[in-house]
């Protein structure tokens, strides 16, 4: 059995190891050691990480289902504001660094290119979740409102999956195992949901 | 194009740049095997420069060869220059079939003896909207064509990539339907800026570029200068190509060079120059314009992309 305090004890490295990568890789990428193509790589790594952090909040509202595992959903508000973190930095990498604040190109892009809709609408559902993960807007909400403002966490993990699996040119396996993951797991609390509606939150 | 010989890497950097190469120990290993392939080498430095613009640089040799899409060897940039170590490039031949005088299959080594390798620094755009500048070593491919003795029924040239899943750790998973296969119209094909290539930085083709020999049309999306030729086919119709079959929404025959033409997944607008920070304009048909402007003059190049 894991209390919520071998939980919240557990956050400050939890923390520093969520945020160790982005740190190494803006060093590697001012010292030129983040390989020959350092803009499209940056960008690569922090998406990435960002949809693993998505994924890893989702998991950790099914983990919480297992008994001894109950508190381990203290842990949630710090990792998914971590993947707001990583998007942010992505989306700002494509803004600033690939595009140079090129706003009618990067308009354009967002438009016309299905995969970068994708992912930036995804962003903009993430906006709402990280402004609202405090304790005090949960008071100030009501916990069932936030509790629907929260289910559009869904919403994010589909579109972040599809933004990567549409971007992939041949090999769609890691894709699409995120893909089944996120399936997964939204069957498991819809699943949840049928059976045992009075415990379902 | 505007050729300023001073603003660009002149020959004789390069040619240092070149022993610099050969004496780092991986390249001292692949020197050793390279006489043959520079038997002919003809190092006229205005044939080298011909075809650059005065703001032209030319990337590293390492630029050059651990960033490459070869999915034979894997699906990341890295993979090729990683997974490529097993690969034997040598003895080579290429089968000579569809509609020639006589299908035959020619040995490199003969191929080589009858064409005279030259320098052609060319840029290459890569659909994902990178480009480089590489010096390559190689000779017109409408060379290989005369020696080929099509028939004048033929009206397009397609080529195969090897398919030894055993030496190409990427070919063993279905990631495109392998071989690889590409094509080119006949006028293309003879168009002199088309070159088989079979050295890059004077050294043989390094495995992961497309080893021992490989098409290069600059004017073109990088996909369609494919790599480790064993078969060259003449035919009267439009042959499928590999990306064309998998997505001809994204993927085109033609795929020159076009930014006028939009790309679902990429702006084909600009481009990132590798080692470069800010993108740049790309250019029609890669700034090779003048010379091939005339091939398309009666093709709507938005249909025909």
């Known amino acids: 059995m894991f209390s919520t305090r071998n939980f919240n004890r557990s956050k400050p490295v939890l923390f520093i190891l969520i945020l160790f990568p982005s740190l190494l890789w803006a060093y590697q990428f001012v010292t030129g050691n983040l390989g020959v193509n350092p803009i499209e790589k940056l960008m690569d790594e922090l998406g990435l990480m960002a949809l693993r952090l998505i994924i890893i909040t989702l998991m950790i509202t099914t983990l919480s289902n297992i008994k001894p595992l109950k508190s381990i959903v203290v842990l949630r508000r710090m990792i998914g504001l971590f993947a707001f973190y990583y998007v942010c930095l992505h989306f700002s990498t494509y803004i600033v660094l690939d595009h140079f604040l090129d706003m009618k190109f990067i308009i354009q892009d967002i438009i016309k290119r299905p995969f970068i809709t994708f992912g930036f609408i995804s962003f903009l559902f993430l906006i709402p979740l990280a402004s609202t993960s405090t304790n005090n807007m949960i008071k100030r909400l009501g916990f069932k409102l936030w509790k629907k403002i929260h289910y559009l966490i869904y919403l994010v993990a589909i579109l972040a999956s599809m933004h990567f699996y549409v971007l992939v040119r041949a090999d769609k396996t890691e894709p699409v195992i995120y893909m089944g993951i996120i399936i997964l797991l939204l069957l498991h609390r819809i699943f949840k949901k049928l059976t045992r509606p009075q415990l379902a939150q | ?305």
Request: glycine share 4%.
């Open chain 2, 1 to 305: 194009m505007k050729i300023l010989s001073s603003e660009i890497t002149p020959y004789k950097t390069y040619l240092n740049r070149r022993k610099f190469i050969k004496s780092s120990l991986a390249s001292a290993l692949l020197a050793t095997v390279s006489s043959s392939v520079f038997a002919n080498h003809d190092s006229n430095s205005s044939v080298y420069n011909k075809y650059l613009n005065e703001n032209d640089k030319l990337n590293s040799y390492e630029e050059i060869t651990t960033y490459n899409n070869f999915y034979e060897f894997g699906t990341h940039k890295k993979h090729p220059h990683l997974n490529s170590g097993n690969f034997k490039p040598r003895p080579w031949s290429i089968k000579i079939d569809g509609l020639v005088k006589k299908p035959q299959t020619f040995d490199l080594e003969k191929i080589l003896s009858n064409v005279t390798i030259e320098d052609r620094v060319y840029r290459l755009r890569c659909v994902e909207a990178w480009s480089m500048v590489i010096p390559w070593q190689g000779f017109q491919l409408s060379e290989l064509i005369k020696m080929a003795e099509p028939l004048s029924s033929a009206k397009y040239v397609q080529f195969v990539t090897v398919f030894r899943p055993e030496e190409m750790p990427g070919q063993q998973k279905r990631t495109i339907i392998w071989p690889y296969r590409e094509g080119l119209r006949m006028d293309e094909a003879m168009n002199p800026l088309t070159i088989l290539a079979t050295g890059l930085y004077g050294h043989e083709m390094p495995n992961q570029n497309g080893a021992p020999i490989r098409l290069v049309v600059p004017w073109k999306y990088g996909f369609k200068s494919i790599k480790s030729i064993v078969e060259i086919r003449f035919l009267d119709t439009q042959p499928e190509t590999s990306w064309e079959t998998l997505a001809p929404w994204e993927y085109g025959f033609y795929a020159n060079v076009n930014p006028n033409v939009n790309h679902p997944r990429w702006s084909q607008g600009t481009e990132r120059r590798i080692g470069e920070f800010k993108r740049r304009e790309t250019l029609m048909f890669n700034g090779y314009e003048k010379e091939v402007a005339h091939l398309y003059k009666d093709l709507d190049l938005t249909k025909f992309y």
